[in-house]
């Protein structure tokens, strides 16, 4: 590894950093508005899957901060704690996006099924194209480093049908708390801010993605 893959590494740690620590700031900030409507992230939830025509979601509410989730193997949307129980606009946007998910699962969102199906390559290449590319480097067999960097280029394959998912999920749920008014005005506002910053983290994790794949891209290509 060269100089160049640490600066790529650096530079996307630190910039990911920064997105992190302003989302957390609006999750904060947004957490200390309350809605007008007076519901609680699970009653959100609930409400957008009964309007939406889906009744065999579960809500269940998870732990930590910032782990919500959708699981369409299980059907389930977990929250964690502060938005589950949450009464306020951060509550209300990320319970409305897990739903946006549940609705992409519920219409077969391809994007959504594209990610699914990524799954088990991405889980198997995250631990093994690091090896691979360095093994064939370091005894010449190219092949091998060329399966490391094809298993890479699956994981930033992943990473890139990702942001559709979460743009398109964003989508749905800002146009459902419009629609049926549980965030107003400057509560909508809010909305719409919480859930921009959400998406701009899988924005720098796909840029990251490409860099490194290039760099490795290169590096191989270099050694033929």
């Known amino acids: 590894m060269g100089l160049g893959y640490f600066v790529i590494i650096g530079v996307f740690m630190l910039l990911g950093s920064l997105v992190s620590g302003q989302l957390k700031s609006k999750m904060r900030k947004y957490g200390k508005m309350p809605t007008s409507s007076g519901l609680s992230g699970a009653e959100v939830a609930a409400t957008m ?10 809500i269940v509410q998870g732990k930590g901060m910032l782990t919500d989730h959708y699981n369409p193997k299980t059907k389930t949307i977990s929250l964690s704690p502060a938005i589950f129980q949450g009464r306020n606009v951060a509550a209300a946007a990320v319970a409305a996006h897990e739903c946006g998910h549940a609705v992409q ?31 064939g480097l370091g005894m010449g067999f190219m092949q091998l480093a060329w399966v490391g960097v094809a ?13 559709p998912v979460e743009f398109d999920a964003s989508n749905r749920a800002l146009a459902w708390l419009d629609k049926t008014g549980i965030t107003r005005g400057q509560e909508y506002s809010g909305a719409k801010d919480a859930l921009k910053w959400a998406a701009r983290t899988y924005v720098v994790a796909a840029f990251a993605s490409i860099a490194q794949l290039l760099y490795w891209f290169m590096v191989v290509q270099g050694r033929n």
């Open 49 to 58: 899957l009964r309007d939406s025509g889906i009744q065999d979601v579960k």
């Open 105 to 135: 699962h519920a219409t077969e969102y391809p994007f959504l099924q594209m990610r699914s199906q990524l799954v088990p390559i991405v889980k198997l290449s995250s631990g093994l194209y690091f090896w691979l590319i360095l093994a």
């Open 151 to 163: 298993l890479f280029g699956a994981a930033t394959l992943f990473s890139l049908v990702t942001l």
